[in-house]
Structure formats: C-alpha cells, structure tokens
C-alpha cells in the first residue's frame, strides 16, 4: 500500500492568485495522477505525472492553468493558476501500485 | 481506459439494511476494483475482483463480476450510519490504465 499526505489540507485563496499544492508519497512510485472534485461532482482527471517526463493533461485541462511538477518518484505539486471561483474544488493526489490506486486526502480549495 | 457506470445513483435505506449497488462496463477488463469516498474525505479502495473470479467477500462487503454481462455488484450487508458514502466502481484492463470515474453511487444509511 502507500500512504499519500497533501499540503495544504485547505485554503482559502482570491481571484487571480496562484496555489502550489504538495503530494508527497512514502514510497516510491512511477505513475501519479492529479484529480479535481467539484462541489457535488464525482472525480476528474486532470493529468498523469510520471516521473522523468511531462505530464498528460487530460481533454479540457492545460499546463499553462494546471503546471505540474514531478521532481523524483515520492513527491509532485499541481499549482492551479490565475485562479477563479470555479476552481473551488477538492484537488487530490494520487498514486499506482500494480492495479491498485491509492489517494491522498485532498485539498480543499475555495477561491473567491 | 474506461469507466464504470453506477447504479443507482443514489440509494436510501435503514441501518441494519442490506445495500446493493451495481456497475456496468463495456469493454474486456482484468480486474474491477469498489472505491469509497466519505464526505469531504479521501478516496478508500474496498476491494478489487480478477476477471477470473466470480465473487470476492471482505468483511461485510460482497462483490460479484459477471464478465459475460459486464456487469458488477458490491453488497454491503447490515449497513451501519458511517457506511453513508459514494461508491465508485473501477474497471480496468491494464495495469496502466487511467482510472476514469463514474458517476458512483451516493448511499445514505439512516440510523
């Protein structure tokens, strides 16, 4: 199994602002996922972060808006940029371990 | 990738109740895995089921995969208040898959 922790667990940010949030993994892991929860919503991919190449956004999701970093195999941000109020959402992190996927507890963003 | 499709979308019972939920897929897939996901908390996996197996039980959890259907169950025998939570269904063919979710099952149990 892994045990994911994310920073922050929430915050509160103004329009237009950035946020830099950490995934960090206690083990080492090849494929990372970043997921966006809206208010009501299941789950959407926003982009896999393997590490030693550049993330794959999914359709709808770009790097200007979403950058994300993957430095070595235990640790990734996602920085959500030039921020609005649609972008409250629970951002989460998570990892692959064989067919197994396993997530940190999220971060709970609120722009207004 | 693909994605599961719950169902119901949302389920009310009495605790105490039995709790059954469905899942349907289109395509060939190794395994199918339940995921949990508590109000305003991370994701829990629950269970993960091999395209070879029929039915997989875990505590009070009960899943079943009909391969020929492509169709899945996860029953939740006598629910409990903190069972209340949504409930996605995983189904993958690869163990490089994108795990892509439905729409989950919202189930409320009602002490």
């Given amino acids: ?112 | 990738s693909q994605q599961g499709e719950e169902d119901p979308q949302a389920l009310s019972i009495q605790e105490g109740e039995n709790a059954t939920m469905n899942c349907s897929y289109k395509t060939s897939i190794n395994n199918l895995q339940w995921y949990r996901q508590n109000s305003g908390r991370g994701l829990v996996h629950l269970i993960l089921i091999r395209s070879n197996e029929r039915e997989k039980h875990s505590g009070r959890l009960r899943v079943t995969l009909d391969t020929s259907k492509k169709s899945s169950s996860l029953l939740i025998t006598a629910s409990r208040a903190a069972d209340t939570a949504s409930y996605f269904c995983v189904p993958s063919e690869t163990s490089y898959d994108k795990v892509i979710f439905g729409p989950g099952t919202s189930l409320s149990v009602i002490p």
């Fill in chain 1, 1 to 112: 199994s892994a045990v994911i922790s994310q920073k922050p667990s929430r915050d509160i940010c103004q329009r237009g602002t950035s946020l830099t949030i950490q995934c960090q993994v206690d083990s080492q892991v090849t494929m990372m996922f970043w997921y966006r929860q809206q208010p009501g919503q299941s789950l959407t991919l926003i982009a896999t972060a393997n590490q030693g190449s550049e993330a794959t956004y999914e359709s709808g999701f770009v790097i200007d808006k979403f950058p994300i970093s993957r430095p070595n195999l235990t640790f990734s941000t996602l920085t959500v940029s030039n921020m609005s109020p649609e972008d409250s959402s629970i951002y989460l992190c998570s990892v692959r371990l064989g067919y197994e996927q396993y997530f940190g507890p999220g971060t709970r963003l609120t722009v207004t």
